[in-house]
């Protein structure tokens, strides 16, 4: 991606995640904290040995104690860049707010695919997070969704998204052309 002239910037508050994407993605920016829509510290509850990439500051489903870790809103860590083409988000029941500390930079993102799921005991906790997701993004900015057809595949677009397990949602800005056009 580097050579292509993209700026990849990889973001992931478990230290042993962190050091596996410095291995792998050399030429990335890699930042080893949680995304909200505060700046700070707070806990980051680590995921169970044999469950690695689970880990969040809302909750994991089994978890491994906590390590304290530092928060940034989105907006501090992008102010340097005039339009973001597109931001990966799987971060375990914190999406929504870390879509909120994007502030104004929300709506200068081309296309965010995120996944959607509102695991039971987190929602217990925090709430169904999925309908905000789609809200702030769908209602609120006009962004399109879309879900993949696994067995067309092709993406397929939808009204909203809901929350399901391991499934992802492509978002596109309206100022973007349709995603079947693009593919």
């Known amino acids: 991606m ?3 002239g993209a700026k990849v910037l990889a973001v992931d508050a478990n230290p042993i995640n962190a050091r596996l994407a410095r291995v792998n993605a050399p030429h990335a920016d890699i930042v080893e904290v949680a995304l909200s829509d505060y700046h700070g ?3 980051f509850q680590m995921p169970s040995a044999y469950d690695d990439g689970w880990g969040s500051l809302i909750a994991a489903d089994k978890p491994n104690g906590s390590i304290m870790v530092p928060v940034w809103r989105l907006d501090e860590m992008v102010k340097d860049v005039n339009r973001i083409q597109f931001i990966k988000m799987d971060i375990e029941g914190a999406e929504l707010s870390a879509l909120r500390g994007l502030g104004a930079y929300l709506p200068l993102t081309d296309y965010f695919l995120i996944e959607c799921q509102d695991i039971p005991e987190r929602a217990a906790i925090t709430g169904a997070q999925v309908p ?3 809200q702030l993004l769908v209602g609120d900015h ?4 879309y879900g993949y057809d696994d067995t067309q595949r092709i993406w397929r677009k ?3 998204a809901y929350s399901c397990p391991g499934r992802n949602f492509l ?3 309206p100022n973007m052309p349709n995603v079947e056009v693009l593919l």
């Open 2 to 4: 580097h050579t292509l």
């Open 41 to 43: 510290a707070a806990p």
């Open 132 to 134: 905000g997701i789609s």
């Open 142 to 145: 006009g962004f399109r969704v």
């Open 158 to 160: 939808l009204q909203s």
């Open 171 to 173: 978002f596109a800005s």
